[in-house]
């Protein structure tokens, strides 16, 4: 049997939620939908964001509403235009095999007599913004004397928002008879103050733990330097080819930089943000829903309560002002038992603020490096292959032409031509990222104190060593998935030294540096040969030829390393000082646009 009837759902409703693929209840439904069918409770259901609650409620409602009757039974209130749009829309779905049920959306800034209208026809559910509700209660066009239930939906989003004293005015014109569902993902003392004012021994419920983030979300962040913050993020989105993002920002003109700088470098990005007209931003959502644009770049009061599957990663591309601010921008992520990606990048000065977060969601950060050039390739090399195994064919339009096709390939083997198929793409990437900067902060630094002499990727040949101390290169790195402590473990434990003997380690992506006292570096040498790791052969070499950092050995360094070459593409990199956008705006054009879709949603933009 399914398990919705189980818990006492009507047919109908089993019927069309199983069509939305609902199988079986989440963890709050289960827990909620008993209780609440009941209809004799008031209740406090505390869950993150995405663990399904507005079937934990709305379900129950269509159980306990008469439909026969046509005043309003149920007022749900929510904080977002957004928000009341998409459980008006999901009530509706769960109630499409009821009949004669009426739900109605209100929410400000779209056309309050549509809506009087729609309320004057009779209505069962009201799913309302505070706002709007308001004005319509002070119009006195809406009678909720015969209020059974009201719903406040993302209530700590709600006090943020500053409705309290809306939502105070709404409750008074409901009757005190009616029973009140809170459901929420925190609960500060505003939210717990509600329920004690407005609530008679509420039912509480919580499922996963408060006040913390939804355990499906991992939590990143990349240390780099201000100026770099664009470069490093377009970086990061070439490393996941398949992103399907939130980007978040400050305020309304940077959604707006950002999002013209990505269009302009051949991404499918838009920004949704206050200014825009509602229209506009019923737009902006349809075409990222549509997945017509890979990149949504929002400000916090925008993108509340955006309800959008799989989402794969937000991005702070600038971490909020207020950091309880930053539940509600990665709850974005992470719906529906999926999993997803919290990725923030950080400048030196803002590290406190990741500590501080790291305090409310009761979770680390992750620190990661920002891809290299050469791993970027990479990830979009295998991305262009299972583009190529994956893509759909017209056998019908393909056909007529492919005796000439293979007439002209003839000559080729299936490998030249997989190469040549995969280079069509690939050439562009490797063109635009071969003089690629690392721009991790540690490794800028690193160049900035060497007076800008280095390369690229040659700082392992260069930076200094403590005094008494000699840095060395190891090949394996973070991705190898060392942390700090257990690098430390496995030079002591090869070269057999103690941990005291070990300066500074540095942890990079594919590699590492680390100190060693000058007396044990012979025993590190001797300890590591033969050595391998998961069949890779370690390999450790001096870290450029100096000792202590003498200008000779760097100027020696740079000598044999051809200082030729290096000067051009270092002349070439500090040009225009952005060649990594400026390279953005030659390659992306090509390489993005694989699709006809996408085209048009640029060329429309
Ligand atoms: P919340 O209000 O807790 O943030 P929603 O009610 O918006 O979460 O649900 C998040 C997503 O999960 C929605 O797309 C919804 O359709 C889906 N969902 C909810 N309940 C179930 C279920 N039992 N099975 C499958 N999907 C579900
Ligand atoms: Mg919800």
Known sequence: MNPFLDLGIR????????????????????????????????????????????????????????????????????????????????????????????????????????????IRRGVQIVVATPGRMLDIIGRNAIDFSNVKYVVLDEADE?????????????????????????????????????????????????????????????????????????????????YYPEIFGIVFCRTKIETQEIAEALVRDGYNADSLHGDLSQQQRDKVMKRYRDRSLQLLIATDVAARGIDVNDVTHVINFSLPDEVENYTHRSGRTARAGKTGVSLSLVNVKEQGKIRRIEKIIGKPFVKKEVPQGTEVCEKQLFAIVDKIRNVDINEEQINPFLPTIMESMQDLSKEDIVKRLASLEFNRFLEYYQNAPDLNLDARDSRSRDGGERGDRDDRRSRTASKGYTRLFMNLGSVDEFSRGDMLGFICNNANIPGKSVGKIDLKGVFTFFEVEDAEV????????????????????????????????????????????????????????????????????????????????????
Request: some cysteine; glycine content about 10%.
């Open 11 to 118: 047919h109908e409703v089993v019927n069309a939620i199983t069509e939305m693929s609902f199988e079986k209840p989440s963890p709050i439904q289960e827990k909620a939908i008993p209780v609440l069918l009941t209809g004799n409770d008031d209740f406090v259901g505390l869950a993150q964001t995405g663990t399904g609650k507005t079937a934990a409620f709305g379900l129950p409602l269509l159980e306990l509403i008469d439909f026969t009757q046509k005043h309003p039974q149920a007022l749900v209130l929510c904080p977002t235009r957004e928000l009341c749009l998409q459980i008006a829309k999901d009530l509706e779905k769960f109630a499409k095999y009821i009949d004669n049920v009426s739900v109605v959306a209100v929410y400000g800034g779209a056309n309050i007599s549509d809506q009087l209208r729609q």
């Open 158 to 238: 709600m006090l943020n928002m500053g409705f309290q004293e809306d939502i105070n005015n709404i409750l008074s014109e409901t009757p005190d008879t009616k029973k009140t569902w809170l459901f929420s993902a925190t609960m500060p003392r505003e939210v717990r103050r509600i329920a004690q004012n407005y609530m008679t021994d509420p039912h509480e419920l919580t499922v996963g733990t408060k006040n913390t983030g939804n355990a499906n979300i991992e939590h990143h962040y990349y240390l780099i330097k201000a100026k770099d913050k664009y470069a490093a993020f377009k970086r990061i989105v070439d």
């Open 522 to 605: 012979n025993k590190v040498f001797e300890g590591f040969k033969g050595v391998d790791y998961n069949g890779r052969q370690v390999r450790i070499e001096v870290s450029g030829e100096e000792r202590g950092g003498s200008r000779e050995g760097r100027s020696r360094d740079r000598g044999s390393r051809g200082g030729d070459r290096r000067d051009r593409s270092r002349g070439e990199r500090r040009s225009g000082g952005s060649s990594e956008r400026r390279g953005g705006d030659r390659e992306r054009g090509g390489f993005r646009d694989f699709s006809g879709k996408r085209k048009e949603s640029r060329s429309r933009y």
